[in-house]
């Protein structure tokens, strides 16, 4: 266990479904944020999201939508993908201002679109 | 926007043999951090580089970060097969928590 937990750890969906991503860090944190791992890639930041407000939304497509109801809980909403959205979505967590150490990551998402 | 630059992208070793990876960029980096994920794992914090020319060491992993604050490299002596994994490098910006993060060099130790 990281302090950071995701469900689900696997996720099959078709290009039409709405599915959503959850991400809970019990840590304390202050800031909270989405990345995505594809293959030959780097990771690519898509959110990120400081005492519940987005301050960073790196031209990600609408078919992806945050949501942060509070410190502690962070999701990813998903609809109508693509193929080429497959990829490893990872929640992280970090303590900002005068914390500033390293991100601490969940175990992530797989995501197949089909 | 800031891009960080890391090479090898692969390197396979012999179990005892040493190994580097490198991190660079053509503009000054803000802060290092250096992160490992095994495979079919996540991302694990090592280690943070702040200062110009500051070098950390943790057991057998050395890392450094250049005088002008625009390369860094993580070094491994005799490495193991625990030491499978990829190794990234981020550069903790400016803007509020965001870290951009190198393409990763992907290890691979041979017994």
């Known amino acids: 266990e990281t302090g950071v937990t995701q469900t689900p750890r696997h996720l099959v969906m078709g290009m039409t479904n709405k599915k959503s991503l959850k991400c809970e860090q019990h840590l304390g944190h202050n800031a909270m944020y989405w990345y995505k791992q594809s293959a030959k890639k780097p990771l690519e930041l898509m959110f990120v999201y400081s005492l519940e407000e987005r301050v960073e939304n790196n031209s990600v497509p609408s078919r992806f939508s945050p949501e942060c109801p509070n410190s502690s809980h962070l999701f990813l909403h998903l609809h109508t993908l693509q193929p080429e959205d497959s990829a490893l979505y990872l929640c992280?967590?970090?303590?900002?201002?005068?914390?500033?150490?390293?991100?601490?990551f969940g175990s992530g998402t797989r995501l197949t679109v089909v | 926007g800031q891009q960080v630059m890391q090479i090898p992208q692969y390197q396979h070793v012999q179990e005892g043999e040493d190994f580097t990876t490198y991190c660079n960029s053509s503009t000054t980096l803000s802060n290092i951090q250096w992160y490992k994920q095994r495979p079919g794992g996540h991302p694990v914090f090592l280690i943070q580089?702040?200062?110009?020319?500051e070098v950390k060491k943790q057991k057998r992993l050395t890392f450094q970060f250049g005088e002008a604050k625009k390369n860094s490299s993580l070094h491994i002596t005799a490495t193991q097969t625990t030491d499978v994994g990829t190794y990234f490098c981020a550069d903790k910006g400016t803007s509020y928590g965001k870290l951009t993060f190198g393409q990763g060099t992907i290890l691979t130790v041979h017994p």
């Open positions: 992280a967590s970090s303590q900002e201002r005068g914390g500033g150490y390293g991100y601490t």
């Open positions: 580089l702040v200062k110009s020319g």
